[in-house]
């Protein structure tokens, strides 16, 4: 099984709904992100929660809510969807940063969005 | 402004040659690096990382170089293989969160 889940993994809406991406984890991380791709621009983070306690925004969170329900489940919102929101949303997760000095992160399937 | 460029979109190596992949940054304060790997429909994941105390870490047929002067990292994959075609990442990262590159797009040819 997956460590990393996210769900749906593809949606279509239209623009002024409300709609929700979840993201689920078994990795026991504390450390949770959501980040959006687009073509040519990489991986942009969104908001990220060190844990269940602890939401903050990131580089894009502009139209973006999130919601820590547990250690393992971390869901982002748009609540009115809009067309330049149509892309791939990734979350992933991290353990605090160990003895190597940095904290990889793991990545789930990612959630093709599109808003029509 | 971009804090982490990587300036090549694509790169096409023949199956057997080296494949090197370039990526700069700007904030010198970031204190460890590393390489993600994406498949199409797929997340990406973790490839190789390099903390800010080394210039060197190598993997198997991976090894990224990093040149703290010049604020350059590099992926260099010998011998590349049709398998390794994917996008790369390079990423940077200070105090938990990382800063990504817009990513280059590897086809090894066979």
């Known amino acids: 099984d997956a460590d990393v889940t996210q769900t749906p993994r593809n949606r279509i809406t239209k623009t002024g709904k409300r709609i929700m991406l979840e993201c689920s984890q078994t990795k026991g991380h504390d450390r949770m992100y959501w980040y959006r791709q687009d073509p040519g621009l990489g991986l942009r983070l969104i908001y990220y929660s060190f844990d269940v306690k602890d939401i903050n925004k990131g580089e894009i969170s502009d139209g973006y809510s999130v919601s820590r329900q547990a250690q393992a489940k971390f869901s982002l919102s748009l609540e009115s969807a809009i067309p330049n929101q149509t892309a791939l949303y990734f979350c992933?997760?991290?353990?605090?940063?160990?003895?190597?000095?940095?904290?990889?992160?793991?990545f789930g399937p990612g959630t093709r969005l599109t808003v029509l | 402004d971009q804090q982490v460029k990587q300036n090549s979109p694509s790169l096409s190596v023949q199956e057997g040659r080296i494949s090197i992949l370039n990526c700069d940054y700007t904030?010198?304060?970031?204190?460890?690096f590393l390489w993600y790997k994406k498949y199409p429909a797929e997340g990406p994941t973790f490839l190789i990382s390099i903390s800010s105390i080394k210039d060197k870490n190598e993997d198997g047929r991976f090894t990224v170089f990093l040149n703290k002067s010049a604020k350059h990292l590099s992926l260099h994959i010998v011998p590349s293989q049709p398998g390794d075609s994917a996008v790369y990442f390079c990423a940077a990262g200070s105090q938990g969160n990382l800063i990504f590159g817009k990513g280059t797009k590897l086809s090894v040819k066979p």
């Open positions: 992933a997760t991290s353990d605090i940063i160990g003895l190597a000095g940095y904290n990889e992160q793991f």
């Open positions: 904030n010198s304060m970031f204190d460890y």
